[in-house]
């Protein structure tokens, strides 16, 4: 168990619609970072979080946005969702800006 | 995207004999070089990590090599076990702070 945690573990919704994902980092961790991983694209980096703000920012679509609460969760909102959203999303936390990052056990969206 | 494929290469070793999975990285300026391992159904763990300016590192049964000149990257998984079979990803600090994966290595331990 990495500590850090992740809710919904499955998600199951329609084209069009929007969700929200959860993570929990782990304690004391400020970063939280979020990845995709899709069987056509491996894991993508979508973007991170470091104390509240912003820090870096990968493939991540118009179409999803994110942010970091000052209790440090984190959440993922995807809207107008498509087929091809279909993925594993992963989150994960690290102490403070490294690359030893802890990953959560996945939420899998299905957009049907 | 900056993976590329999903055949996965897979190795499958015998149990107690070491494993080496290889992966080519394609940015010179990455500070640092990053090995993960995805077992079925989790999320990647962290297992080692080597700065650019190092030619090896070992960790508990695992060691990484980094050949600079031919931006090549090595994990070596001494007497490999059944609970190291696992998708293995490499990945480099590209852009930053941000992570880019290799498109992985399945590893098969045989008992």
């Known amino acids: 168990d990495s500590g850090v945690t992740q809710t919904p573990k499955h998600l199951i919704t329609a084209t069009g619609q929007r969700v929200t994902l959860r993570c929990s980092p782990r304690?004391?961790?400020?970063?939280v970072y979020w990845y995709q991983q899709s069987l056509d694209q491996g894991l993508q980096f979508l973007i991170q979080?470091?104390?509240?703000?912003?820090?870096a920012k990968g493939n991540i679509l118009e179409r999803f946005s994110a942010q970091q609460f000052p209790d440090l969760h984190s959440e993922l909102n995807l809207s107008s969702l498509e087929l091809g959203d279909s993925a594993l999303y992963f989150c994960?936390?690290?102490?403070?800006?490294?690359?030893?990052?802890?990953f959560g056990p996945g939420t899998r969206l299905t957009v049907t | 995207g900056e993976s590329v494929g999903l055949h996965l290469p897979t190795l499958s070793v015998q149990e107690g004999d070491n494993s080496i999975i290889n992966c080519a990285y394609s940015n010179s300026a990455s500070d640092y070089f990053i090995w993960y391992k995805q077992e079925s159904g989790k999320g990647p763990q962290f297992i080692i990590d080597i700065r650019s300016n190092m030619d090896k590192r070992q960790g508990q049964r695992v060691t990484v090599l980094l050949n600079k000149t031919v931006k090549h990257l090595s994990l070596q998984i001494a007497a490999t076990q059944p609970g190291d079979s696992a998708v293995y990803f490499c990945?480099?600090?590209?852009?930053?702070?941000?992570?880019?994966f290799g498109a992985g290595t399945i590893l098969r331990v045989k008992s």
């Open positions: 979080y470091y104390n509240g703000e912003e820090r």
């Open positions: 304690s004391g961790d400020l970063s």
């Open positions: 990945a480099e600090n590209k852009y930053g702070n941000k992570l880019v």
């Open positions: 994960a936390s690290s102490r403070d800006n490294s690359y030893e990052q802890y």
